[in-house]
């Protein structure tokens, strides 16, 4: 298939068409309108429905509505309007019913600023809602990994009926980059005639479904919690996604960062290669589940010295690679958060400082 340059946000728009979204709830707000912008021309193009709600509280509820009826759905919103569905979050994650939600990180916290950050690392990672309950988090680092993460998301989704969060700061979201549509992925949506409330008549069947998030019995609600839990304890399992870089030498440093500011990394190290000083990189593409073991593992290589975690924050990753790490090695931050990204002449500065 040919490559077709588009911008992110439009490609995360028809990558969730050619994944079979028909469903698409939102509230303008930048830095990712041009999503809803395209799928209000696109969705009536294929008998989908685009509504624009009044604002990111009744969006929320909106595609908690459409989830629980089982249909494939998805909002987009910038970092306070995640804010603000993050009670319908917990709602759904609770209901144990499938959605995707797309955030293209702005600068905060407040309304901070419309340029690129990553500073709703906690927001994303560490529910943002009330109760327990977890978000399963992939971080692009390109335009065409949000396209692939886009039609998987909702294949997850349902896998593990909940919630599932595409988290791109805000480059991700307007830069333009050659992509292709992947058809080759099985995005055949499940079967949820035992859960959704599609209809007694839609499914011939004589049983009501319920589909709720409240649980007056203690028991009952401890169960559910219990049945959440279980799925996250998968999830760890099977679906941490990562990527190394240069990690087949003997490295002095071993860096962590994720989408945007990886590649930027990358740039640097091999920029530090051709002046013989080895450093390697790992990117997690799951933010949850978070890639432990192989930070563990990539910190305890012998010629590593210490772990840097790169960021656009303030210092939120880092305290997941800290605990990954678990004393091994000296773990280091650096990062900016004002729109900002740190060029690779400066992290290299800031590597050879340190080293």
Same mark, same amino acid.
């Given at each position: 298939?040919?490559?077709?340059?588009?911008?992110?946000?439009?490609?995360?728009?028809?990558?969730?068409?050619?994944?079979?979204?028909?469903?698409?709830?939102?509230?303008?707000?930048?830095?990712?309108?041009?999503?809803? $912008?395209?799928?209000?021309?696109?969705?009536?193009?294929?008998?989908?429905?685009?509504?624009?709600?009044?604002?990111?509280?009744?969006?929320?509820?909106?595609?908690?509505?459409?989830?629980?009826?089982?249909?494939?759905?998805?909002?987009?919103?910038?970092?306070?309007?995640?804010?603000?569905?993050?009670?319908?979050?917990?709602?759904?994650? #609770?209901?144990?019913?499938?959605?995707?939600?797309?955030?293209?990180?702005?600068?905060?916290?407040?309304?901070?600023?419309?340029?690129?950050?990553?500073?709703?690392?906690?927001? #994303?990672?560490?529910?943002?809602?009330?109760?327990?309950?977890?978000?399963?988090?992939?971080?692009?680092?390109?335009?065409?990994?949000?396209?692939?993460?886009?039609?998987?998301?909702?294949?997850?989704?349902?896998?593990?009926?909940?919630?599932?969060?595409?988290?791109?700061?805000?480059?991700?979201?307007?830069?333009?980059?050659?992509?292709?549509?992947?058809?080759?992925?099985?995005?055949?949506?499940?079967?949820?005639?035992?859960?959704?409330?599609?209809?007694?008549?839609?499914?011939?069947?004589?049983?009501?479904?319920?589909?709720?998030?409240?649980?007056?019995?203690?028991?009952?609600?401890?169960?559910?919690?219990?049945?959440?839990?279980?799925?996250?304890?998968?999830?760890?399992?099977?679906?941490?996604?990562?990527?190394?870089?240069?990690?087949?030498?003997?490295?002095?440093?071993?860096?962590?960062?994720?989408?945007?500011?990886?590649?930027?990394?990358?740039?640097?190290?091999?920029?530090?290669?051709?002046?013989?000083?080895?450093?390697?990189?790992?990117?997690?593409?799951?933010?949850?589940?978070?890639? $432990?073991?192989?930070?563990?593992?990539? #910190?305890?290589? $012998?010629?590593?010295?210490?772990?840097?975690?790169?960021?656009?924050?303030?210092?939120?990753?880092?305290?997941?690679?800290?605990?990954?790490?678990?004393?091994?090695?000296?773990?280091?931050?650096?990062? $900016?958060?004002?729109?900002?990204?740190?060029?690779?002449?400066?992290?290299?500065?800031?590597?050879?400082?340190?080293?």
């Amino acid at each position: 298939m040919a490559k077709v340059l588009m911008k992110g946000n439009e490609a995360i728009a028809e990558a969730a068409i050619r994944a079979g979204c028909k469903n698409y709830f939102a509230y303008p707000i930048t830095p990712q309108s041009e999503v809803a $912008e395209y799928l209000a021309k696109r969705l009536p193009e294929v008998d989908g429905v685009f509504l624009q709600g009044e604002s990111e509280v009744a969006v929320g509820y909106m595609i908690f509505g459409a989830a629980g009826a089982g249909e494939r759905v998805m909002t987009t919103s910038s970092s306070p309007g995640i804010s603000l569905m993050s009670e319908a979050l917990s709602y759904i994650a #609770a209901a144990q019913v499938p959605a995707v939600f797309v955030n293209i990180v702005r600068g905060g916290p407040g309304l901070g600023g419309i340029l690129p950050s990553q500073g709703d690392y906690f927001q #994303a990672t560490k529910g943002g809602g009330h109760g327990d309950y977890h978000l399963l988090v992939m971080a692009p680092d390109s335009v065409q990994e949000a396209v692939e993460m886009t039609m998987k998301a909702f294949v997850l989704a349902e896998k593990y009926r909940g919630p599932v969060m595409i988290m791109g700061d805000g480059l991700i979201g307007q830069m333009m980059e050659p992509v292709e549509f992947n058809q080759d992925l099985d995005t055949t949506p499940t079967n949820k005639d035992d859960w959704a409330t599609n209809g007694m008549s839609t499914r011939k069947s004589k049983k009501r479904n319920l589909v709720k998030s409240l649980f007056l019995d203690p028991t009952e609600l401890n169960n559910n919690n219990l049945e959440l839990k279980a799925k996250y304890d998968q999830m760890k399992k099977e679906e941490v996604m990562f990527e190394l870089y240069n990690a087949e030498t003997d490295y002095q440093v071993l860096i962590t960062s994720y989408g945007t500011m990886s590649r930027v990394c990358r740039t640097s190290i091999d920029m530090l290669k051709q002046e013989g000083i080895e450093v390697a990189l790992l990117r997690p593409k799951t933010l949850f589940p978070f890639p $432990e073991k192989a930070v563990h593992e990539a #910190a305890g290589k $012998e010629s590593c010295k210490f772990v840097i975690s790169i960021e656009m924050s303030m210092g939120q990753m880092v305290e997941d690679v800290d605990r990954c790490v678990r004393g091994q090695k000296p773990v280091e931050f650096y990062g $900016e958060c004002g729109g900002d990204i740190p060029s690779p002449e400066k992290i290299i500065d800031i590597i050879k400082g340190m080293i």
